[in-house]
């Protein structure tokens, strides 16, 4: 097999000046928005006392979820020793460092009190499954950059044993984080939309196909970048595969989890909520989360891509790419929110209202500096890997493209 | 080349310089050290030099104890501070945190140390709770309450 | 000038306004801003333990009381143990030897009544919901009807005060925390406001801080980007008194609420759990809350 080399981005294009000038203006605005909402308190966002976590924590969670899927492909070469994805394994992991590095910035940013993070940092209450994931977060990075160092030093990489400890070690950590997210809701007795064991499988499931899409779009967009082909027909060909795996994966748990909410009467009153009644929550569930996130990727993958198909194999690989990250972002956005906007039932049986707004349906928009804040996390995570990109040799070598 | 060079570091010394004397003119250091408004009684609680250097470790220490063990001795407590070290205004009443004048804020400003205490605390004594109320002015309540009392028997018998 | 950080003795002379506060104890001359007298006042001109003089002073405030208004202590007592006597002495830490709870009767819960939440804001220094959604508030009233016939009734709800509280486990950095005598707070110091107890909390019972306050009251300090909820008024407590929402309740003549130690056996409370039947708010997700109700 051909020796794998790997290039640093130079000779950069204007798309790539422009990209980068766009995330790092994207990331002024978010700061800017960070900055009204903690001088003036959260009373200017769209979060209340019902729907305590907003848009931030849609946008955070995602990137987490995804960072701990950006991983597999380094994960799939070492520890599964498929060599086809190892030219991709750097990539793979310098984008899992951004991305969490980028969700976690939201996460801080939009706390009550954030300049007291050093407390978070020192002072802490095991028994809580956010103070284990501040410890699996921290590692994360540490362990990945430990990973790409075994990969990337040039004695460590030649005996490869290295590189495969710190394989396994980084996917056996990947997985804990995301079971530690999912858990993050699946812990909470009291939301009846939330307190399931599934949680972290479906979160599981969920990284995988979202932190592959975040892979191949950076791998297409850098293709234009360096000109190059830097993924064989094979290797889109294998993309594609995962990709409708992946989404399968998350629908066959999406299904397990609404399936056995609705065999208890118990919790009739919340699936009707979110499979039925409530309104947008709904729609972003069935043609967010199912039809566009998941329904779409698989038959765009399975049947509408490739040679003779409608599209390439490269533009299949793309699109099913984007679509599966709005429906991302909307199965985040149904979970956090629409789980919080379902109410507690706090006397079973009876119908209860109040000052506090018990018993309804709690109401929340977006605004403006909540979604600033989000995007500006996503162009966190993209500035980091496009300035990585450019200092350090992530990218595997591809052969010149025609045209 | 080196004229240059020479003159250029000379140009960037002359700015340093120039910086460092306009901090110095118009900074408070010329000002002299900040005057905390003197407390009431004789002593503070702590020796002063003490108190300045440690009032934070001894108020957080406080802190933990007050809220976490419910230990409410008033040496250390921040309210308490308040009841020697307030500073009256124009009005003749104490001056909340907004005030440069307010005992905290004569040394915090100085040293440029902010102070978020008051985020959440009181910066000024306010009046006791009720219950202390009640027992410093036991005949407040007391027609009501015979009612309340006859009402509450009549209802406890059933 | 090296000083290593110890306490340094208490000053005993010459400290006039250390004297008389033990316990929250009113009436300290230092609490206005009148003329102070040179020399401490006589009968504490005696240099001594400042939380012995505090006590003594307490118990005679306390016999003041209980003999000349022997009415209106009697009906404060039934609703929960008010007197001196029965304040903690403030260099004791609490213990799991009490354990606070409250007892609710919703059938004397008067509709239309919220005297309980109006004592409740006025007490801690809440502002009146103007924005439901993002107001503080601490106690509710809960207004229920039964689908099936239409009867209904309401009854105050706040933060139930659990012995395994939901809150507590998920706080990463402890500042939901429970007492030893079994009041359920915020630590606001180490709050970093992440809202995790309020997605916990299957009460609903925790408030966010949406915006700057003002003007807190001194015993009650509450500010912006913190978690807050009920602290049974632990400062009232700790003095010896029963929460606000209890008085005021009392003082309505409903006399829906009582407070008390639920481990006293012979306090009022403990003896009407243990004789009527009483039941607690979703008391099957086990977090064995300290707030009984009746009639719900």
């Not at chain 3, 207004?143 to 998920?170: L, R, Y």
């Amino acid at each position: 097999m051909a020796r794998i080399t790997f290039q640093k981005l130079e000779d950069h294009s204007p798309l790539f000046w422009g990209m980068l000038g766009l995330h790092a203006v994207v990331i002024a605005i978010g700061l800017g928005a960070f900055f009204y909402m903690e001088h003036h308190g959260h009373i200017v966002t769209g979060m209340n006392n019902a729907i305590v976590w907003g848009t931030p924590h849609v946008f955070a969670v995602f990137l987490i979820v995804a960072a701990s899927g950006a991983l597999n492909v380094a994960s799939i070469s070492s520890v599964f020793n498929n060599l086809a994805y190892k030219p991709f394994a750097r990539l793979s992991g310098i984008l899992a460092i951004s991305l969490l590095v980028g969700g976690l910035m939201v996460l801080v940013l939009d706390l009550g009190r954030p300049e007291r993070l050093t407390v978070a940092m020192t002072t802490y209450n095991f028994k809580s499954i956010f103070a284990w994931n501040i410890y699996l977060y921290t590692g994360f990075l540490v362990i990945v950059a430990a990973y790409l160092f075994t990969m990337m030093d040039r004695s460590m990489a030649k005996s490869g044993k290295a590189t495969k400890f710190m394989g396994w070690f980084a996917f056996a950590w990947r997985l804990a984080l995301t079971t530690g997210t999912g858990s993050i809701f699946g812990f909470l007795v009291a939301r009846e939309a939330y307190d399931s064991a599934i949680m972290a499988p479906l979160f599981i499931a969920a990284s995988f196909l979202y932190g592959l899409a975040f892979t191949v779009l950076v791998l297409l967009t850098m293709c234009r970048e360096t000109r190059q082909q830097l993924m064989s027909e094979e290797v889109v060909s294998k993309f594609l595969n995962l990709i409708i795996i992946f989404a399968l994966a998350v629908l066959y748990f999406t299904t397990v989890k609404h399936l056995t909410a609705l065999y208890a009467s118990e919790h009739h009153g919340v699936e009707a909520f979110i499979l039925r009644d409530g309104g947008i929550y709904t729609q972003l569930f069935w043609l967010g989360h199912v039809l566009v996130g998941n329904v779409l990727p698989i038959v765009i993958a399975a049947f509408l891509s490739g040679k003779g198909k409608l599209f390439t194999g490269r533009q299949g690989l793309a699109i099913a790419s984007v679509l599966a990250i709005l429906g991302g972002l909307s199965f985040i956005y149904v979970t956090i929110i629409g789980g919080q906007a379902y109410p507690l039932e706090l006397l079973p049986g009876m119908k209860v209202e109040s000052s506090f707004l018990d018993g309804q349906i709690a109401s929340y928009v977006p605004s403006v500096p909540e979604v600033l804040l989000g995007l500006a996390g996503i162009s966190i995570a993209m500035l980091a890997t496009g300035i990585a990109l450019k200092v350090l040799p992530f990218l595997p070598h591809g052969v010149e493209a025609e045209g | 080349m080196q004229m240059t060079r020479q003159w250029t570091t000379l140009a960037i010394a002359v700015a340093v310089l120039a910086c460092l004397v306009a901090g110095v003119v118009t900074g408070s250091a010329l000002a002299g050290p900040p005057q905390p408004a003197k407390g009431k009684g004789e002593k503070c609680v702590a020796p002063t030099d003490w108190m300045r250097r440690y009032h934070m470790q001894a108020l957080k220490h406080q802190r933990d104890e007050t809220v976490h063990e419910g230990i409410r001795t008033p040496r250390f407590s921040l309210k308490h501070c308040f009841e020697c070290h307030q500073v009256n205004g124009a009005d003749g009443k104490p001056v909340s945190v907004a005030d440069p004048k307010h005992f905290c804020r004569t040394c915090h400003d100085y040293a440029a140390v902010r102070i978020d205490c008051f985020d959440c605390h009181a910066s000024r004594p306010g009046e006791p709770t009720k219950t202390g109320q009640a027992m410093d002015n036991p005949h407040a309540a007391a027609s009501a309450d015979v009612a309340t009392l006859n009402r509450y028997l009549e209802g406890a018998k059933r | 000038m090296s000083m290593k950080f110890e306490f340094p003795e208490p000053s005993r002379e010459g400290a006039v306004c250390g004297n008389n506060f033990a316990a929250g104890a009113p009436g300290d001359e230092c609490a206005t801003a009148s003329a102070l007298p040179a020399s401490p006042p006589a009968d504490l001109a005696t240099p001594a333990d400042p939380v012995e003089v505090g006590r003594r002073w307490f118990l005679k405030a306390a016999t003041v009381f209980t003999t000349t208004v022997l009415a209106p202590g009697v009906t404060l007592m039934a609703f929960g143990e008010v007197d001196g006597a029965n304040a903690k002495p403030a260099d004791q830490p609490v213990s799991s030897a009490r354990r606070w709870g409250l007892l609710i009767d919703a059938g004397k819960c008067q509709d239309g009544c919220s005297a309980c939440v109006t004592a409740c804001q006025v007490e801690n220094g809440i502002a009146a919901p103007t924005h439901p959604a993002t107001d503080s508030q601490w106690i509710r009233i809960l207004k229920a009807t039964d689908p099936e016939n239409g009867s209904t009734f309401q009854m105050p709800i706040m933060c139930q005060h659990c012995a395994e509280p939901p809150c507590v486990d998920v706080c990463p950095t402890g500042a939901s925390f429970r007492r030893a005598d079994g009041i359920v707070l915020v630590d606001r110091h180490i709050c970093i406001g992440c809202r995790y107890c309020m997605m916990a909390c299957p009460y609903k019972a925790r408030s966010f801080v949406h915006e700057p306050l003002h003007d807190q009251k001194p015993y009650a300090p509450r500010g912006k980007g913190c978690v807050e909820s009920c602290t049974m008024c632990v400062h009232r407590v700790d003095a010896g008194g029963m929460p606000a929402c209890v008085e005021a309740c009392a003082k309505t003549g409903n006399g829906a609420m009582i407070f008390g130690d639920l481990n006293d056996k012979t306090s009022e409370i403990a003896k009407r759990v243990a004789t009527y039947r009483t039941t607690r708010v979703r008391a099957d997700l086990g977090t064995d809350p300290g707030v009984y109700y009746q009639n719900i």
